[in-house]
């Protein structure tokens, strides 16, 4: 199956009222211009294919695109429909707060070709939707998941893990991930909160009243986040922020790492062996694995061997081709 891509368009701040504890858009959208019809026209004929996009989506980012104002995103969506139209891309793809959706809208966006609606929900706990000054509650996601699941798009969810206010970061996390498989969505994001420079975050921390994770703390959260997506079938295309220079150079605290999706997957391998040596004692053991992902199995540097052999394993992984992808044998 072909891989599914992306033509991200950035909209900026436009339209969200709110100053969520961690977002610094407020900030920095005075130096960012919205894309008029022309640009985002310009952005598709210049990335889509000339033809056959099947598996491009037109996604627009930031802000919370569903609250800009309503001719505006209409332009947006007529625009980019029409290169739907022309058969180079497949769809429309947008990131609405979910206080921002109602069948209203969802008629518009259904008229304009959108076929994947992401909610940013971030967390399930209205405590800490309140103390992070999200603006909505748990209830407002459900009712949008349930609303854009009736209407035919593809629901998508975001959720922050390590958030202020969560007394239990794996405990919060967890709730969070078990309440958004029960909305039954088609994907999820997963991102780590990084306290930025210039939000309410940055004061929290900066008091003490916050402590963020540790990296090491938030793979093993988000690897048993994993478990669970994977165990529901539900598809995670994000784990972790993007890696680019401009955000690392804005962070005051918390567990960042350009390769982090990398860390959760080798965690997630160390967890399952463990899994399958409980009550097996300390000795030494092959462990064969699907070869593309030997280095998963590995961990970085070699974690995972170190940590089976402070278990007291003498352990050797080794590629098997005969393994699909995520199995593994031990003798
Ligand atoms: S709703 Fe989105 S854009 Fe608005 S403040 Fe919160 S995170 Fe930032």
């Known amino acids: 199956m072909a891989k599914h891509k992306n033509l991200s368009i950035f909209i900026p701040h436009l339209g969200c009222p709110n100053q969520c504890s961690f977002c610094d858009q407020r900030n920095i959208s005075g130096a960012q211009t919205a894309p008029s019809a022309a640009e985002v026209a310009r952005i ?15 996604a627009f980012f930031g802000g919370s695109f569903t609250a800009i104002d309503r001719s505006y995103m209409v332009q947006l969506l007529r625009t980019a429909y029409s290169f739907v139209g022309q058969g180079r891309a497949m769809g429309i793809r947008i990131s609405p707060r979910p206080d921002c959706i109602d069948a209203e809208v ?3 966006l259904k008229q304009y070709g959108v076929t994947s609606i992401e909610l940013g929900a971030q967390s399930m706990q209205d405590d800490v939707l309140r103390l992070n000054m999200r603006g909505h509650t748990e209830k407002d996601v459900e009712d949008a998941a349930q609303l854009i699941k ?40 997963i991102y780590p909160t990084v306290t930025l420079k210039n939000t309410m975050l940055e004061k929290v921390y900066l008091s003490g009243e916050y402590v963020p994770p540790t990296l090491e703390q938030m793979v093993e959260i988000c690897a048993q986040l994993m478990e669970i997506f994977d165990g529901a079938g539900i598809k995670i295309i994000k784990m972790g922020l993007h890696a680019d220079t401009g955000l ?22 160390l967890i399952k062996i463990k899994k ?24 970085q540097k070699n974690s995972n061997i170190s940590q089976l052999a402070q278990m007291g394993f003498d352990v050797h992984i080794m590629a098997d081709s005969a393994l699909q992808a995520d199995e593994f044998t031990i003798d």
């Open 150 to 189: 009736q209407y035919g798009f593809s629901l998508g969810l975001q959720m922050m893990t390590g958030l202020y206010g969560q007394k239990d970061y794996m405990a919060y996390a967890v709730d969070t991930a078990r309440k958004f498989v029960a909305l039954q969505p088609d994907t999820v994001r």
């Open 106 to 108: 969802l008629d518009i």
């Open 248 to 269: 690392e150079g804005k962070i005051v605290a918390g567990p960042y790492h350009p390769a982090f999706r990398e860390l959760c997957l080798a965690k997630q391998k």
């Open 44 to 58: 598709c004929d210049e990335f889509l294919p000339k033809e056959n996009g099947t598996d491009y989506e037109i």
């Open 276 to 299: 399958q040596l409980t009550n097996t004692e300390p000795k030494s053991i092959t462990i064969k694995v699907n070869p593309k992902q030997l280095s998963q199995w590995k961990g």
